[in-house]
């Protein structure tokens, strides 16, 4: 049969709005994007084929399997659609975790209907036979060996068809999605990104190329290297709740807390209105870390009340978005902690309700704030219960082998571990502890399910610091979270502190007014932004 190439932008035709209107809690609006992708279905499946196309490119993998399966029941040799199922069954690559067997028992299905509709060319076999190697005897072989021997696949791939975009595209999200968090070189990731970067001028209207060099880029020397796709992405997709959410995770990155809120914002609304209450949730806690940091403690706080309706809406069920269940467990999780956190809140901290979910990393993060609101609040006995918690967390975790949840765990413990040797007078044990947990965050990349550690390590061993009289070296403390986390609220007003303290009044002034600046919409309320203002007069 002849390769047929078809563009769509989006509003694709009957056919892909009858599949649409056959799956309304999967509905998506027309604005996705642009997608070249040669097949060798017939002509009537290709709507529905490129649909879910622009879909996958966006992590819309709930439509995507909808689109995919309508152009696999228009013409059932269409083995190129179940691909699509199957790589839409495997759902976000950058979430960190062990995928639950749910989904690689369905993606193996759909790499077998593959195969049993059969190919019509070796390229579309190629595509076949890669993404089966995500889910083929995973009872066996490991996913982070069977996540790499895909994206070797790919490669070869990619080369075989040098001509194939969507090839190199599929290879580059492989590659930067494979990255090791603890490679500080981000060698994958800057590989990832250059071969982005060379497709995007050819089809500026595709939604992955923009989507994919956000993600390449996605790490705070990187960043700003992003902003451009950051900016264009939602433009491209605006009918994607993710492509609405994701250039946060550039602006974040850069501390452009407005434009964050902005993004989100329209993110939870089209996530309501898709039903994908994970990914609202995903938003809201993007959202929730942005206004803090602009110190507008209403906005946030308005976003823990939502909470309650966000929970309840994921309990319910719906679409599978980009972000899977344990970002909604994490971000339901974050959102009060952050509230707590940041605003140094202790005793609330300290009192946070405690919500059991499956996943152990999620649970962690409420006893993390718990653990530092007690210690900080001289409430010893709570602050070793939290210790013994996160302890029971980390084990649970290491006996999965989820290896990057239990490194994220053991800081968190060494944290609250650090606190409560302060609250016990162990002033050396205190720093010690806390500069281990710094030490060990420092050579971790944070996953994409958060915008950033509730608490961070260094910026709180700059806190412990400061109160122990050594403001120097809580100076560089502070900036050193500054250079990962740049418009952090609390480092700044931390930096601002410290330098007075070591009378470097030129640092002093330098972070006291970007401290102010970033809070000129604050709502009253913060001690050490009161503190800071007056301190000007």
């Known amino acids: 049969m002849t390769l047929t190439a078809l563009t769509v932008a989006v509003a694709l035709t009957s056919a892909a709005a009858a599949a649409q209107h056959q799956h309304p809690a999967g509905h998506v609006g027309d604005a996705l994007g642009t997608v070249k992708f040669a097949t060798s279905c017939t002509e009537p499946a290709q709507p529905a084929f490129l649909r879910g196309m622009a879909l996958l490119h966006s992590f819309e993998f709930g439509p995507a399997i909808d689109s995919f399966t309508a152009a696999a029941k228009t013409d059932p040799g269409?083995?190129?659609?179940?691909?699509?199922?199957?790589?839409?069954?495997?759902?976000n690559p950058f979430a960190a975790g062990i995928k639950p067997p749910a989904v690689t028992k369905g993606g193996a299905a759909a790499i077998e209907q593959a195969r049993a509709a059969g190919a019509r060319t070796d390229r579309e076999r190629a595509y076949i036979e890669a993404a089966a190697l995500l889910f083929t005897h995973a009872d066996t072989i490991g996913q982070r060996n069977r996540v790499l021997a895909y994206r070797d696949a790919m490669k070869k791939l990619a080369a075989q068809y040098a001509d194939d975009a969507e090839a190199s595209a599929f290879y580059a999200l492989a590659l930067a999605s494979s990255q090791d968090p603890t490679d500080m070189t981000y060698s994958s990731l800057i590989e990832a990104g250059a071969i982005l970067e060379k497709l995007a001028p050819t089809q500026p209207d595709h939604p992955g190329f923009v989507h994919y060099v956000i993600h390449a880029y996605d790490a705070p020397p990187l960043a700003s290297r992003g902003l451009d796709a950051a900016r264009r992405y939602a433009k491209v997709a605006p009918s994607a709740p993710h492509a609405l959410h994701m250039p946060s995770h550039t602006f974040t990155r850069l501390g452009y807390w407005q434009d964050s809120i902005d993004?989100?914002?329209?993110?939870?609304?089209?996530?309501?209105?898709?039903?994908?209450?994970?990914?609202?949730?995903?938003?809201?806690?993007?959202?929730?870390?942005?206004?803090?940091?602009?110190?507008?403690?209403?906005?946030?706080?308005?976003?823990?009340?939502?909470?309650a309706e966000g929970r309840e809406r994921f309990k319910s069920g719906g679409t599978a978005s980009a972000a899977p269940p344990m970002a909604a467990a994490y971000a339901s999780a974050a959102i009060p902690a952050r509230y707590a956190l940041e605003r140094g809140a202790w005793a609330e901290a300290a009192k946070l309700e405690l919500n059991s979910t499956p996943f152990a990393f999620a649970d962690a993060v409420t006893w993390f704030a718990r653990g530092i609101?007690?210690?900080?609040?001289?409430?010893?006995?709570?602050a070793r219960g939290a210790v013994t918690s996160l302890e029971q967390l980390r084990a649970k975790l290491e006996q999965a082998g989820e290896a990057y949840w239990t490194e994220q765990v053991t800081i968190q413990k060494l944290g609250v571990s650090a606190w409560l040797a302060?609250?016990?007078?162990?002033?050396?044990?205190?720093?010690?502890?806390?500069?281990?947990?710094?030490d060990r965050e420092d050579k971790t990349e944070k996953n994409a399910?958060?915008?950033?550690?509730?608490?961070?390590?260094?910026?709180?061993?700059?806190?412990?610091?400061?109160?122990?009289?050594?403001?120097?070296?809580?100076?560089?403390?502070?900036?050193?979270?500054?250079?990962?986390?740049?418009?952090?609220?609390?480092?700044?007003?931390?930096?601002?502190?410290?330098?007075?303290?070591?009378?470097?009044?030129d640092a002093a002034q330098r972070y006291r007014k970007a401290a102010l600046d970033l809070a000129a919409k604050a709502q009253p309320g913060r001690p050490e932004l009161n503190a800071l203002k007056g301190a000007g007069h």
Not at 78 to 91: L, N, P, Q, T
Not at 373 to 382: I, L, M, P, Q, Y
Not at 422 to 438: F, N, P, S, V
Not at 479 to 494: D, M, S, V, Y
């Open 449 to 505: 399910v958060t915008p950033g550690p509730i608490a961070p390590a260094r910026e709180q061993l700059g806190d412990m610091l400061l109160a122990m009289n050594q403001p120097a070296e809580a100076l560089a403390a502070y900036e050193i979270t500054l250079k990962k986390e740049p418009n952090r609220l609390r480092a700044l007003l931390g930096a601002a502190s410290a330098a007075a303290a070591a009378k470097n009044s």
């Open 263 to 307: 993004t989100n914002i329209l993110s939870a609304e089209a996530a309501r209105k898709m039903n994908a209450p994970a990914e609202e949730l995903h938003a809201m806690d993007y959202e929730t870390y942005a206004f803090l940091q602009l110190a507008q403690d209403d906005a946030a706080k308005r976003m823990v009340t939502e909470l």
């Open 373 to 382: 609101g007690a210690a900080r609040s001289n409430d010893v006995e709570g």
């Open 78 to 91: 269409c083995g190129i659609a179940y691909w699509g199922v199957a790589v839409s069954r495997w759902g």
């Open 422 to 438: 302060t609250a016990e007078g162990r002033k050396d044990a205190a720093i010690a502890l806390m500069r281990e947990a710094a």
